[in-house]
């Protein structure tokens, strides 16, 4: 069955950085872009990106170009989330997720990240 | 970008009622439309793609239409698990843009 673990909680100072991993199985990799969404507490889901794991081509919502960076261990199976530049703002679950086929839903989806900025 | 507005914003409904739930795209998306549904602490699971089709496993008292700029999503029959909040997504193009959430509550 398909399933995306992501890592752990993360608790960072504004100013730092965070990667945030997910790692897939039941499924070929290569064959399936991955995105990023995150959630503020309260608030709603917002689109970070995608990654092409076949030559790690990447879109990212301009929001947040020039601040992510998102990449693929093939070895592994893993997508990386990397954000750079935080501040109390980013603090959210961020979720990794699958692209399906045809239609670009996102049909499997991770347990969420939880990285909170403070001083 | 394409605007997705949801409406309305939250709902009070009983169990074996009948729930609607809009999305209206600010641009054409043919039928690029998704819906998902969440639960306090969880991720989002998808439930409808392409405007109106199941996505394995979910119940056949939801279900999708529309294209276009406007879609909806009805849950006939409602049932105490489908308390949760519900978003509507493009997939037409990027960035990808979600509506801002529909909280279906008891009443």
């Known amino acids: 069955q398909v399933q995306l673990v992501q890592s752990g909680a993360e608790v960072k100072k504004p100013g730092a950085s965070v990667k945030v991993s997910c790692k897939a199985s039941g499924y070929t990799f290569k064959n399936y872009y991955m995105h990023w969404v995150r959630q503020a507490p309260g608030q709603g889901l917002e689109f970070l990106g995608m990654i092409n794991p076949i030559g790690s081509n990447t879109n990212y919502a301009q929001k947040f170009e020039g601040r992510v960076t998102m990449t693929r261990d093939m070895s592994t199976d893993t997508v990386y989330m990397d954000l750079a530049s935080l501040t109390s703002e980013d603090t959210a679950v961020y979720y990794c997720?699958?692209?399906?086929?045809?239609?670009?839903?996102?049909?499997?989806w991770g347990q969420g990240t939880l990285v909170t900025v403070t001083s | 970008d394409i605007q997705m507005t949801q409406s309305p914003s939250s709902l009070s409904a009983s169990v074996g009622d009948t729930v609607t739930i809009t999305c209206r795209s600010s641009?054409?998306?043919?039928?690029?439309l998704n819906w998902y549904q969440q639960k306090p602490g969880k991720a989002p699971k998808a439930l409808i793609y392409?405007?109106?089709n199941l996505q394995s496993g979910v119940p056949s008292r939801f279900s999708g239409s529309g294209s276009g700029t406007d879609f909806t999503l009805t849950i006939t029959s409602l049932q105490p698990d489908d308390f949760a909040t519900y978003y509507c997504h493009q997939s037409y193009s990027n960035p990808r843009t979600f509506g801002q959430g529909t909280r279906v509550e008891v009443k």
């Open positions: 997720a699958r692209e399906g086929h045809d239609w670009q839903q996102l049909d499997f």
């Open positions: 641009q054409r998306i043919d039928i690029y």
């Open positions: 392409a405007a109106s």
